[in-house]
């Protein structure tokens, strides 16, 4: 058997094979166009392998001719799948161009004919039977055939020339790739060397051009795989163009030998700068493109901002150009501008909110509670995880008007905002009275987007209101009875000039007593109000004692029983020796077995005066005494003990009269629900309940029936 034959048959026969692999393993490519060419490509060129093969395996004349003029129709069109494949890897258009297509269809059609008709011409070969080195038929090639070769050799040519030029730019190895074209053309190059009887005659007249493709699919597929199979030119070009508004490639020496297509319109200095020194054509744009990582830009009357990316592209271990990716970056800058300006204004404007004392908090549209200041946390007692999310309906108070209504957000809608008082309720149950202003917020179309409430506590102001119309009433009422009264006495005195004026004139002093006693209560309560002294520690055991023994100085023919045990200080304004002083005296002066004595009428003096280093525990003696010639058995006990359950000390006084009315237990339990419809006998509880509460305590008013009264006050210890 001759060996040289079966040669050729593993040689062809392998290139079939590896050309079909080629064409498989094509399909990993990612660009589409790249991808169909190279398969095709592949097919083509394993097709005419596969007719070589078939040539030399079968030595029939006829066959033979067959198959020679199929192989290079086929051989033919392969080279329109080789300049497909690297038009479209090198990132141009022109296999993209129906012109192109078409103009290639034309010549493709006139050389195939030419083919065909050869028998006829034989223009193209002439065939002859050869035995050496194997029987197998010879081609000695005709003018047309080396016209044809021409211009084949030449379209290969400018295939390499694109891969020569575009491969390394996508980070190939230079050296392995330009062996692995080499080798691609070297099997043509042989083709011209047989037919011109250059090399021995070992090597018989076929067609070496498939053994090319072969070397190129083992190539892609071992050396250059990574890099021919992953993103083609055209995709980096596409990519840089859609990434940047203008990009400009030089080379290692700084010349540009790539713009983006809109380089030019973006900077008009490159404009036919291709081919020359970046820093030459443009020197400004270069020094602003080598020096910083951004930069402003005027072209036409408009100034522009850009961010530069630059990329080194490298080959073989050293520096072989520089990409510049210039991205338009003024409406981003702008944007974060007025974003930078839109952070700070609301960075203020939360600091401010949260500054402030008053309870501030924002709702959506629908009135859901979307922000609370810290105020609002500290005066409700409500923290923030418990009311964003919920209705501010959980802050009405009960048997309160509701603040916030379903259709309340509506109604502001279309108003500038709406300001009430309200009654709310905190989370201890407490509740206050607030001015709610409520805003809506607008966004640029006027749609209302959100609301702010802000809360301001009025409890104070509307205690003060209350409190000082009461007092107004009652200093009104009373003034006016006792005055009546003294008139009254006066005119009998006038008129009666028979009988002794002495009860008349007791009385006159003890109703001018009441009048005087009467302002100065109104004038302490009013300053206990406005303007509140600080607590202080003190010992209500020793206060309780020496005020009781005082008030029995007094009143002689009172029976009052002292119980005061030791006790720790507590925190209370001074005036609380006032509100015991009140409390014994109005047990004694409402005592129902017997009254005052004239004696004790006239020995009471309307002010007691300390010692200069008890100034700030001085009181006034503030009750209105009735008018009666004796008293002998008034029971009246106090007591000051420490509660053992609670840290709290306790002042309790307790007499035998008739049961303290219903409103004037209001009053020392709970002194702002009085209405208008009370009048008073005088403020002497009122003033109780006010140094109580100022102190912190609480009252208690327990009554007995059919008679007797037990009255506790309560203070914290220190």
């Known amino acids: 058997m001759n060996h040289i034959w079966i040669a050729y048959l593993s040689v062809f026969g392998f290139a079939t094979v590896a050309c079909f692999t080629g064409a498989y393993r094509a399909r990993r490519a990612v660009d589409n166009d790249f991808r169909?060419?190279?398969?095709?490509?592949?097919?083509?060129?394993?097709?005419?392998?596969?007719?070589?093969?078939?040539?030399?395996?079968?030595?029939?004349?006829?066959?033979?001719?067959?198959?020679?003029?199929?192989?290079?129709?086929?051989?033919?069109?392969?080279?329109?799948?080789?300049?497909?494949?690297?038009?479209?890897?090198?990132?141009?258009?022109?296999?993209?161009?129906?012109?192109?297509?078409?103009?290639?269809?034309a010549v493709y059609l006139v050389i195939v004919i030419a083919k065909i008709t050869n028998p006829i011409h034989n223009l193209y070969f002439i065939s002859a039977q050869k035995s050496l080195p194997f029987l197998h038929l010879s081609f000695n090639p005709g003018p047309l055939y080396w016209f044809v070769a021409g211009i084949a050799?030449?379209?290969?040519?400018?295939?390499?020339?694109?891969?020569?030029?575009?491969?390394?730019?996508?980070?190939?190895?230079?050296?392995?790739?330009?062996?692995?074209?080499?080798?691609?053309?070297?099997?043509?190059?042989?083709?011209?060397?047989?037919?011109?009887?250059?090399?021995?005659?070992?090597?018989?007249?076929?067609?070496?051009?498939?053994?090319?493709?072969?070397?190129?699919?083992?190539?892609?597929?071992?050396?250059?795989?990574?890099?021919?199979?992953?993103?083609?030119?055209?995709?980096?070009?596409?990519?840089?163009?859609?990434?940047?508004?203008?990009?400009?490639?030089?080379?290692?020496?700084?010349?540009?030998?790539?713009?983006?297509?809109?380089?030019?319109?973006?900077?008009?200095?490159?404009?036919?700068?291709?081919?020359?020194?970046?820093?030459?054509?443009?020197?400004?744009?270069?020094?602003?493109?080598?020096?910083?990582?951004?930069?402003?830009?005027?072209?036409?009357?408009?100034?522009?901002?850009?961010?530069?990316?630059?990329?080194?592209?490298?080959?073989?271990?050293?520096?072989?150009?520089?990409?510049?990716?210039?991205?338009?970056?003024?409406?981003s800058r702008e944007a974060r501008l007025q974003l930078a300006e839109t952070e700070i204004k609301r960075q203020r404007f939360q600091q401010a909110i949260e500054a402030v004392d008053h309870s501030v908090f924002m709702t959506d549209v629908r009135g859901t509670i979307e922000y609370i200041n810290p105020a609002f946390e500290k005066n409700t007692g409500y923290d923030r995880s418990t009311l964003i999310g919920r209705s501010p309906a959980i802050l009405n108070a009960p048997d309160a008007p509701n603040a916030y209504p379903d259709d309340l957000w509506e109604q502001i809608q279309d108003t500038d905002g709406r300001e009430t008082e309200v009654i709310q309720q905190r989370q201890d149950g407490t509740t206050y009275y607030?001015?709610?202003?409520?805003?809506?917020?607008?966004?640029?179309?006027?749609?209302?987007?959100?609301?702010?409430?802000?809360?301001?506590?009025?409890?104070?102001l509307k205690e003060h209101q209350q409190h000082l119309e009461l007092l107004s009433r009652v200093l009104r009422h009373n003034l006016r009875n006792d005055m009546n009264i003294a008139r009254g006495y006066a005119e009998t005195m006038i008129s009666n000039t028979t009988d002794s004026n002495e009860n008349y004139t007791a009385n006159i002093v003890t109703t001018a007593n009441d009048v005087i006693t009467l302002a100065e209560q109104s004038t302490t309560i009013t300053d206990l109000i406005i303007d509140p002294p600080e607590s202080q520690e003190i010992n209500l055991s020793d206060v309780a004692q020496q005020?009781?023994?005082?008030?029995?100085?007094?009143?002689?023919?009172?029976?009052?029983?002292?119980?005061?045990?030791?006790?720790?200080?507590?925190?209370?304004?001074?005036?609380?020796?006032?509100?015991?002083?009140?409390?014994?005296?109005?047990?004694?002066?409402?005592?129902?077995?017997?009254?005052?004595?004239?004696?004790?009428?006239?020995?009471?003096?309307?002010?007691?005066?300390?010692?200069?280093?008890?100034?700030?525990?001085?009181?006034?003696?503030?009750?209105?005494?009735p008018r009666s010639p004796d008293a002998a058995k008034t029971?009246?006990?106090?007591?000051?003990?420490?509660?053992?359950?609670?840290?709290?000390?306790?002042?309790?006084?307790?007499?035998?009269?008739?049961?303290?009315?219903?409103?004037?237990?209001?009053?020392?339990?709970?002194?702002?629900?009085?209405?208008?419809?009370?009048?008073?006998?005088?403020l002497g509880l009122w003033l109780v309940y006010w140094v109580v509460m100022r102190s912190n305590g609480t009252v208690d008013v327990e009554t007995r029936d059919p008679s007797g009264n037990r009255i506790e006050m309560r203070f914290n210890q220190c």
């Open 153 to 331: 050799y030449t379209a290969v040519s400018i295939g390499l020339y694109w891969l020569f030029t575009t491969a390394p730019q996508a980070r190939v190895d230079t050296t392995r790739f330009r062996a692995v074209l080499a080798l691609t053309a070297a099997p043509a190059l042989l083709d011209v060397l047989v037919y011109a009887d250059a090399i021995p005659t070992v090597l018989i007249e076929v067609s070496y051009a498939p053994l090319g493709m072969a070397f190129f699919a083992l190539g892609t597929a071992t050396v250059t795989n990574k890099e021919l199979y992953s993103v083609s030119q055209s995709w980096r070009r596409q990519a840089l163009d859609d990434i940047a508004d203008a990009v400009v490639l030089t080379d290692a020496e700084g010349r540009i030998r790539y713009l983006g297509s809109n380089a030019t319109a973006v900077f008009s200095t490159l404009a036919e700068s291709e081919g020359q020194l970046f820093e030459t054509v443009a020197p400004e744009l270069s020094n602003l493109t080598h020096n910083s990582e951004s930069f402003q830009w005027d072209q036409d009357g408009a100034t522009k901002y850009y961010n530069i990316i630059k990329r080194d592209i490298r080959s073989s271990g050293s520096q072989s150009g520089t990409v510049f990716a210039y991205i338009d970056v003024t409406e």
């Open 434 to 460: 607030t001015q709610q202003t409520i805003t809506p917020i607008n966004s640029q179309d006027a749609s209302t987007t959100s609301y702010v409430v802000i809360l301001t506590d009025i409890t104070e």
């Open 547 to 625: 005020t009781a023994e005082r008030i029995s100085e007094t009143y002689t023919r009172a029976s009052i029983d002292i119980d005061c045990k030791e006790t720790p200080p507590v925190r209370a304004i001074p005036q609380v020796r006032t509100a015991i002083e009140e409390l014994i005296n109005n047990a004694i002066i409402h005592s129902t077995s017997d009254t005052v004595s004239m004696t004790d009428e006239f020995n009471r003096d309307t002010t007691v005066t300390h010692s200069a280093d008890d100034e700030s525990m001085q009181s006034l003696s503030l009750v209105s005494l």
């Open 635 to 682: 029971q009246v006990s106090i007591t000051v003990e420490r509660l053992p359950t609670e840290n709290e000390v306790v002042v309790r006084v307790e007499d035998e009269n008739q049961p303290i009315p219903g409103m004037d237990r209001q009053i020392l339990q709970r002194g702002t629900e009085i209405r208008s419809v009370y009048h008073g006998s005088g």
């Open 36 to 105: 169909t060419g190279l398969m095709w490509l592949f097919i083509l060129a394993g097709v005419w392998s596969l007719t070589t093969t078939a040539r030399i395996a079968v030595p029939d004349m006829r066959v033979d001719i067959a198959l020679r003029i199929g192989g290079l129709i086929i051989g033919l069109a392969s080279i329109g799948a080789w300049l497909y494949v690297a038009s479209a890897y090198a990132g141009f258009r022109y296999h993209q161009s129906t012109i192109n297509r078409a103009l290639a269809l």
